[in-house]
Nanobody
Framework: QVQLAESGGGLVQTGGSLRLSCAMS???????IGWFRQAPGKEHDREFV??????????YYADSVKGRFTVSIDNFKDTVYLQMNALKPEDTAVYYC????????????????WGQGTQVTVSS
């Protein structure tokens, strides 16, 4: 069993930065972690944002965030981070972290465990 808890969301202006955290507990080794987001009005559409394998050696990004977002992992703290820079209004969404045995997968169906989400709002 794996438990995930996101934090760090908030309101930021266009061009600003936020760092999201995903605290993990349980039997978490060998899982890959992904970040997804769900925009307003898209309740059935979770978009892959970024992913990382457990060792941190491989990272994966959606084209829409490449060069702006950075995913990292601290194995000592069992925490995955998503550093988000140069934020745009279209980045507004609820952000979720999730655990998978297929690191880097962009398909929500590949993920077994999910956090509760954290709201990110980017004002124009």
């Amino acid at each position: 069993q794996v438990q995930l808890a996101e934090s760090g969301g908030g309101l930021v202006q266009t061009g600003g930065s936020l760092r999201l955290s995903c605290a993990m507990s349980g039997t978490i080794s060998r899982y890959g972690i992904g970040w997804f987001r769900q925009a307003p009005g898209k309740e059935h559409d979770r978009e892959f944002v970024a992913g990382i394998n457990w060792s941190g050696s491989d990272t994966y990004y959606a084209d829409s965030v490449k060069g702006r977002f950075t995913v990292s992992i601290d194995n000592f703290k069992d925490t995955v981070y998503l550093q988000m820079n140069a934020l745009k209004p279209e980045d507004t969404a609820v952000y979720y972290c999730a655990a998978t045995h297929i690191a880097g997968s962009s398909h929500p169906q590949s993920y077994t465990y999910w956090g509760q989400g954290t709201q990110v709002t980017v004002s124009s």
